[in-house]
């Protein structure tokens, strides 16, 4: 039995997730993916999305279906009403989704609904050889590259080859389909919840069969890069990070207890516990977003002002992919200081 990594499960039922409690392998259809290298430079966190691409090269004619569509041949059609001299004028329109079952016995112009409208051309298609059942691919969508592009990966797509992918702002990657064995199975744990709350007193265990669609990701090529220890970048993301982080902090505890507040020595195990920070350093982005009460010894949170526009707007100045670099920085230094590398050169 396998261990699944916990962001390696991605459910298709996106529309139903409103909270951290609802992203769960429990219900909706799974994808299973697998990482070929073993600490790849970037993870994507819980919650973020991303999209499986299915890249062809080649004649669009001959271009496979993707079960979520994409660039597939295009039909034409007439358009009289929007022309000025009364001429036929050429509109460009897509077919709709397909549906229905993966593979079709027809041919690739019967599924996209192109009719040859002459008899010519009847008998030019009789002529030619017969070309192959045309496969619905099982997940993502289709795009067709020209021939002067190289394509997302590290590698060239070759010429009438299909590439799967998975695309999301932290990176692109190859990915290669698996077909399950019939004795694989899925083993969900979860905690025991006794009226809404986590009861650490067990475990509940659910056992569904294993998603057919499992695929083992190439080398993934990054598209941000990671900060460097001690750089101008990496102290900017952390200045803001850690704002954001302390107004947080303040904002919940003051909606537990009303006009509660913290105190320094409260923020700075709370916060910067895995994070060392001078005290002035600390003071300094305290002073952002709270006020201090010299009778109390204790920061709260500022009301809403021209100088402090609330968390939320805190919050939009972090973007979730600095923050998947950062934890990649922090995991690439923690593995260094392990095996005994404590200064770095250049």
Same mark, same amino acid.
């Given at each position: ?26 219900? $909706? ?28 090269? $080649? ?8 079960? $979520? ?7 034409? +059609?007439?358009?009289? %009403? ?35 409208? &002459? ?8 002529? &030619? ?12 969508? @289709? &795009? ?91 102290? @900017? ?8 982080? /302390? ?15 913290? @105190?320094? &020595? %409260? /923020? ?6 895995? @994070? ?28 809403? $002002? ?28 923690? +593995? ?11």
């Amino acid at each position: 039995m396998q261990k699944i990594d916990e962001g390696a499960v991605i459910s298709s039922h996106a529309s139903t997730i409103r909270s951290k409690a609802d992203l769960s392998p429990i219900d $909706g259809n799974l994808v299973c993916l697998e990482y070929s290298e073993e600490r790849p430079p970037l993870h994507l966190g819980k919650g973020m999305a991303s999209r499986f691409v299915n890249f062809y090269r $080649g004649n669009k004619a001959n271009i496979p279906i993707s079960a $979520g569509g994409g660039d597939i041949p295009i039909k034409k +059609r007439n358009n009289r %009403e929007n022309s000025e001299n009364d001429e036929n004028v050429l509109e460009y329109t897509r077919p709709n989704l397909l549906s229905g079952p993966k593979v079709f016995n027809k041919g690739i112009k019967d599924i996209l609904g192109l009719v040859s409208h &002459e008899k010519k051309r009847e008998d030019d298609d009789n002529k &030619e050889e017969k070309k192959e059942e045309s496969s619905i691919l099982p997940e993502g969508v @289709t &795009e067709c590259l020209q021939h002067n592009m190289h394509g997302p990966f590290l590698s060239a797509i070759e010429e009438g080859v299909t590439q799967t992918g998975i695309i999301s702002n932290l990176f692109t990657a190859p990915m290669f389909l698996h077909k399950p064995r019939s004795s694989d199975f899925l083993m969900i744990l979860n905690k025991k919840r006794n009226n809404g709350k986590n009861d650490s007193g067990g475990l509940n265990v659910l056992l569904r069969d294993f998603p057919s669609s499992m695929y083992c990701v190439g080398q993934i090529e990054p598209k941000i890069k990671v900060f460097g220890p001690k750089t101008a970048t990496e102290k @900017t993301f952390v200045h803001s990070f850690i704002t954001y982080q /302390i107004a947080k902090a303040l904002q919940r505890a003051e909606y537990e207890v009303e006009d509660q507040g913290m @105190t320094f &020595e %409260e /923020i700075n195990e709370r916060i910067c516990a895995n @994070t060392p920070m001078q005290a002035n350093a600390l003071r300094g982005r305290i002073k952002v977003v709270a006020n201090y009460d010299k009778n109390t010894s204790i920061w709260r949170i500022k009301p809403l $002002g021209e100088d402090f526009h609330g968390v939320e707007s805190a919050g939009r100045k972090i973007d979730p992919e600095s923050i998947c670099a950062y934890e990649s920085a922090c995991a690439a230094s923690r +593995r260094l200081k392990d095996i005994g590398l404590k200064d770095l050169f250049t």
